[in-house]
């Protein structure tokens, strides 16, 4: 079997460049690296971490994110995913500025329509708990942070209208959702696809997802939001801790080192057999 050529620990997604620029500034090295298909990502360490991360900006819409995080979690085998930007307030006590971590995330779109109307067939995602857990943690110690911990819509509409269709149906239909976006169900479920792997979205509100929008972003509220949306990602993988036995989890020497009754070949290459002689002096 083929192995990728780099295996970052944890993998930041992104839609909107303003979003990526964000993540980007915390992580240093940064090394671009191409998937054979086209797909680029940067690969750095998060400093005061064991964590690699690999940035990637995905583009807009819950399809096109679930189907290159599918790509990018084959490749390079991440131990975690997080989408990470901003979103819109559903609720009146979530202001511009706040974090929402999706506790779960809801695909907003799906259903039967009958002679009778639409009848709902609600789809939920789970968030990592562990990676809850540690943005409940982390936030705690983060004063210029408002977070909130609740579900996310997701759905392949701006929403800029609260008194639209699409509004009215949030609210009847899926009322405890605290922020909408485009993209955390398809990065959601490619996670849950690979084997349960630990995944969160994490958004700033830009807007109030009302006719305000376009005044709001014009005001720099989406930079805004996508700083604070990275500020407690980063605080999340300082409190996570990668798996025990992983590679990342802590720094070891390349090539074979001597560990008290074995040799450590971990990390090593070998082009013919191998032999092992006991110590016999000891």
Do not use: C
């Given at each position: 079997?083929?192995?990728?050529?780099?295996?970052?620990?944890?993998?930041?997604?992104?839609?909107?460049?303003?979003?990526?620029?964000?993540?980007?500034?915390?992580v240093?090295e940064?090394e671009?690296?191409?998937?054979?298909?086209?797909?680029?990502?940067?690969?750095?360490?998060?400093?005061?971490?064991?964590?690699?991360?690999?940035?990637?900006?995905?583009?807009?819409?819950?399809?096109?994110?679930?189907?290159?995080?599918?790509?990018?979690?084959?490749?390079?085998?991440?131990?975690?995913?997080?989408?990470?930007?901003?979103?819109?307030?559903?609720?009146?006590?979530?202001?511009?500025?706040?974090?929402?971590?999706?506790?779960?995330?809801?695909?907003?779109?799906g259903?039967?329509?009958?002679?009778?109307?639409?009848?709902?067939?609600?789809?939920?995602?789970?968030?990592?708990?562990a990676?809850?857990?540690?943005?409940?943690?982390?936030?705690?110690?983060?004063?210029?942070?408002?977070?909130?911990?609740?579900?996310?819509?997701?759905?392949?509409?701006?929403?800029a209208?609260?008194?639209?269709?699409?509004?009215?149906?949030?609210?009847?239909?899926?009322?405890?959702?605290?922020?909408?976006?485009?993209?955390?169900?398809?990065?959601?479920?490619?996670?849950?696809?690979?084997?349960q792997?630990?995944?969160?979205?994490?958004?700033?509100?830009?807007?109030?997802?009302?006719?305000?929008?376009?005044?709001?972003?014009?005001?720099?509220?989406?930079?805004?939001?996508?700083?604070?949306?990275?500020?407690?990602?980063?605080?999340?993988?300082?409190?996570?801790?990668?798996?025990?036995?992983?590679?990342?989890?802590?720094?070891?020497?390349?090539?074979?080192?001597?560990?008290?009754?074995?040799?450590?070949?971990?990390?090593?290459?070998?082009?013919?057999?191998?032999?092992?002689?006991?110590?016999?002096?000891?």
């Amino acid at each position: 079997m083929t192995m990728p050529d780099i295996q970052p620990t944890v993998l930041a997604l992104t839609a909107l460049p303003l979003e990526y620029a964000a993540v980007r500034a915390h992580v240093e090295e940064r090394e671009e690296r191409v998937h054979r298909d086209g797909t680029r990502v940067e690969v750095g360490r998060l400093p005061g971490s064991s964590w690699h991360v690999a940035l990637a900006e995905l583009g807009m819409g819950a399809e096109r994110a679930g189907v290159l995080t599918t790509q990018l979690i084959d490749w390079l085998r991440p131990e975690a995913v997080l989408f990470v930007g901003v979103a819109g307030s559903l609720k009146d006590d979530i202001e511009i500025g706040d974090v929402v971590v999706g506790t779960q995330v809801y695909e907003i779109h799906g259903g039967k329509q009958t002679p009778e109307g639409f009848l709902v067939r609600p789809k939920a995602l789970p968030g990592s708990h562990a990676l809850e857990q540690a943005a409940r943690s982390a936030v705690r110690d983060m004063p210029g942070v408002r977070a909130h911990f609740v579900p996310i819509a997701t759905g392949d509409v701006v929403l800029a209208d609260a008194e639209s269709e699409i509004a009215r149906f949030l609210r009847r239909h899926y009322n405890d959702a605290g922020a909408i976006e485009m993209e955390g169900s398809g990065a959601l479920r490619a996670a849950h696809l690979s084997g349960q792997l630990n995944a969160l979205v994490i958004r700033g509100i830009s807007d109030r997802a009302d006719a305000e929008k376009h005044g709001a972003d014009a005001t720099g509220s989406q930079q805004r939001a996508a700083k604070q949306a990275a500020a407690v990602t980063v605080a999340v993988l300082h409190k996570h801790r990668p798996r025990e036995g992983s590679s990342d989890s802590e720094e070891e020497p390349q090539g074979a080192t001597y560990g008290g009754d074995h040799i450590d070949f971990r990390g090593s290459t070998f082009h013919g057999p191998v032999t092992g002689k006991r110590d016999r002096r000891r």
